[in-house]
């Protein structure tokens, strides 16, 4: 999401200027990643990969979200499209470098947790091609 207070013309607005100066004007995404400190986590906080009972491992203060879920893979998506057809970019970089140490899901039963790492990378991939 867009803090207007940082930039109050938006994404949009600082990729035109970017562009009135000359050059391209890229995106860094993360879109797997959620920091607790975030409306994301507040809302959703089952949407992390997650064991039950266990402490969550996080790296550089963030979780790894569920991409094995629709609704998050779905909103994500939203999320992506929104701001990359709101303005011009040129570049876009996915950092994805992340391990996943708990690969649990909250949204599968005891008998599906061995799928969720594959469905995971199905997620990611989903968001990726479009």
Same mark, same amino acid.
């Given at each position: ?5 940082k930039?109050?013309d ?11 100066m000359g050059m ?6 993360e879109p797997?990643m959620v920091?607790?400190d975030?409306?994301?986590y ?12 266990r402490? +969550?491992?996080? +790296? ?7 991409f094995s ?9 939203g999320?992506?499209?929104k701001v990359?057809?709101e303005?011009?970019? +040129? ?7 992340r391990?996943?140490?708990e690969c649990?899901s ?6 599906n947790?061995?799928?969720v790492?594959?469905?995971y ?7 990726e091609?479009?």
């Open positions: 999401m867009t803090n207007f207070n930039l109050p938006g994404i949009t607005g600082l990729a035109d200027k970017v562009e009135e391209k004007f890229g995106l860094w995404f797997e920091n607790k975030s409306d994301l507040r809302n959703h906080p089952d949407w992390i990969l997650a064991t039950p009972g402490r +969550s491992s996080a +790296s550089r203060n963030q979780y790894v979200l569920d879920r629709s609704e998050v893979v779905d909103y994500i998506y999320l992506m499209e990359l057809s303005a011009k970019i +040129s570049y876009v970089k996915w950092d994805m470098n391990n996943i140490t649990y909250a949204s599968k039963t005891a008998e947790q061995g799928k790492f594959h469905e990378i199905l997620g990611v991939r989903l968001v091609k479009n």
